[in-house]
């Protein structure tokens, strides 16, 4: 009997344990992240897009000892690496860095994008938000906004702007600063802000209108000459660039941000694991200061802000990109 009751002492334990086991083995596989998580990043390198995911991806790891890699699928105004990003698993493991480029604009410009980036897309945290700044090489005859105003006016269709490509938010702020100042300038698209660059400090464009952080290492060095910026108030990454509404157009605002989204469908909690993590790392100051030697502005949002602004801009720029008769096809 002693024997029987031990050998069912025996029975129940190893049962328990198997029982443990299985409860044990969920909450361990569960852990996020328990591999390398892949940032897309829908840009060449050498952008502001790309800049900013590097800072993030190196930020994560080693905040937390994760392994995040940022992973460049460039082409069709970053559309390319958002359509990757939507057709991943919604694990957790495949985020993007997306922007008003590719999510608010792009959608209205390329008719056959099989997403919708308010639904097809999770909203994860907000990183940065900057302006367009308008500039020209330091050997340009252009001083000042005013004389850019000037030369167009006298030779309508004769002064060239670089952009980062056809119907980016930065080829929309230089259609709508044209006709903020009434002139006619002739637009050059680039595939990516870095063949712009270097195309205006060449001077083979007269004029360069890109994201500050894609310009703020050649502003810095002095071979780029800022003229303006389109935000309603001055970056506090150039201090001493003013506003196009500071130079006699008034109301004039046009700034990008910049995003990590994930597939719908991703998790609430590995969202919310995500937006923590990074409202961690810019809180910091080192990280803001990364930020903002690059030209952004660093901001933190909760999912819920950051999908709120995206919905919100999504509908504000379908009249925008109309109005312009910009097309993608």
Same mark, same amino acid.
């Given at each position: ?6 050998? %069912? ?22 852990? !996020?992240? %328990? ?38 699928? *460039? ?17 957790? !493991? ?15 410009? !390329? ?102 952080? %894609? ?42 941000? !910049? ?25 910091? *100051? ?44």
């Amino acid at each position: 009997m002693h024997r029987r009751h031990l050998l %069912s002492l025996g029975v129940l334990a190893c049962a328990l344990g198997a029982a443990q086991a299985q409860t044990a083995a969920p909450a361990a596989a569960g852990a !996020y992240p %328990s591999k390398p998580i892949r940032l897309i990043v829908p840009f060449p390198p050498g952008g502001g897009t790309d800049i900013l995911s590097r800072l993030v991806s190196a930020k994560l790891t080693e905040a937390n000892k994760w392994t995040v890699v940022a992973d460049n699928k *460039p082409g069709a105004g970053g559309t390319i690496g958002i359509t990757e990003a939507v057709k991943a698993a919604p694990t957790g !493991y495949d985020i993007v860095m997306g922007q008003k480029d590719n999510l608010v604009i792009g959608p209205w410009l !390329y008719k056959s994008l099989p997403w919708d980036p308010t639904k097809d897309l999770t909203a994860v945290a907000h990183v940065a938000w900057t302006p367009v700044v308008i500039a020209t090489s330091a050997t340009s005859r252009f001083k000042t906004l005013a004389d850019v105003v000037a030369a167009a006016k006298d030779k309508p269709g004769t002064i060239t702007y670089g952009s980062p490509g056809n119907g980016t938010s930065i080829h929309l702020a230089g259609h709508l600063f044209e006709q903020a100042a009434g002139i006619k300038l002739s637009h050059v698209p680039y595939k990516g802000s870095n063949p712009a660059l270097m195309d205006a400090l060449a001077g083979n464009v007269d004029l360069l209108v890109s994201s500050l952080p %894609s310009a703020m290492g050649q502003i810095k060095s002095g071979k780029l000459r800022p003229l303006a910026v389109t935000s309603a108030k001055r970056s506090s990454s150039a201090p001493d660039v003013p506003t196009v509404a500071e130079s006699g157009f008034k109301g004039f605002d046009v700034s990008t941000w !910049y995003g990590l989204l994930a597939p719908a469908g991703t998790p609430a909690a590995v969202v919310q694991t995500l937006n923590t993590e990074v409202n961690k790392l810019l809180a910091q *100051p080192d990280v803001q200061a990364a930020i903002q030697a690059q030209g952004a502005e660093a901001q933190a949002m909760t999912p819920a802000e950051f999908s709120t602004l995206l919905k919100t801009e999504y509908t504000q720029w379908k009249g925008i990109v109309e109005a312009s008769g910009a097309k993608i096809e």
